[in-house]
Every structure is written in C-alpha cells, then in structure tokens.
C-alpha cells in the first residue's frame, strides 16, 4: 500500500507563489509517474504537471512557464512549485502516483489565491 500526503498549500495574493510537495510513503519499489492535478468549484479535475519517471516534464498551456513540477533524488517526493498566481489557479490540488502500474492519490490541499 502506498499513501501519498500532500503539503505547502495555503492562501496567497494574486502574483504570489507557493510550493506544494507530495510525499509517498509505503511498501513499493520504486515510484513511476508523478502528477498534480487541481479541481475548483464545480469544474472538473485537471491535469497541471507531469513528472515523468525517466525525467521529462510536460505542462498544460495554463500553467506553462508558471509552474514547475520536480522530483527529490530519491524519486519519492514531488514538488509543484507555483509562481505568478492568479486567482483562476485557486483550487484543491492533487497529487497522483504511478506505483507499479496501479494509481495512488493523495487528500488534496487547498490553494486559495486572493487579495
């Protein structure tokens, strides 16, 4: 079993940053992909990094240039560092882990962008 905890959110003023981290702990190997996904209000999740196992990173056009996904040397914690925020990018965001072919998901942290 693998639990993934995530921290570091929090309210912050527009054109402000935060950095989130997801921790996994458990019985595993090695840990693949990593993801943050958000969800506000009435809108569905979506998909905000990607960090893949072999090192790549991809982004949605969104947070493009604003955001920056990256691992520990470990490969057990994943970070989501978050600049120039805007309220839009106010929700509860989530971190997702690809452990062995099966998907693990944290508790969701809230992230709240406001004057």
């Known amino acids: 079993q693998v639990q993934l905890v995530e921290s570091g959110g929090g309210l912050v003023q527009p054109g402000g940053s935060l950095k989130l981290s997801c921790t996994a702990s458990?019985?595993?190997?090695?840990?693949?992909?990593m993801y943050w996904y958000r969800q506000a209000p009435g809108k569905r999740r979506e998909l905000v990094a990607i960090?893949?196992?072999?090192?790549?990173?991809s982004y949605p056009d969104s947070v493009r240039g604003r955001f920056t996904i990256s691992r520990d040397n470990a490969k057990t914690t994943a970070f989501l560092q978050m600049n120039s925020l805007r309220p839009e990018d106010t929700a509860v965001y989530y971190c997702r882990a690809d452990v062995s072919g099966r998907d693990y998901w944290g508790q969701g942290i809230q992230v709240t962008v406001s004057s």
């Open positions: 458990g019985s595993f190997l090695e840990i693949g992909h």
């Open positions: 960090t893949f196992s072999s090192g790549g990173t």
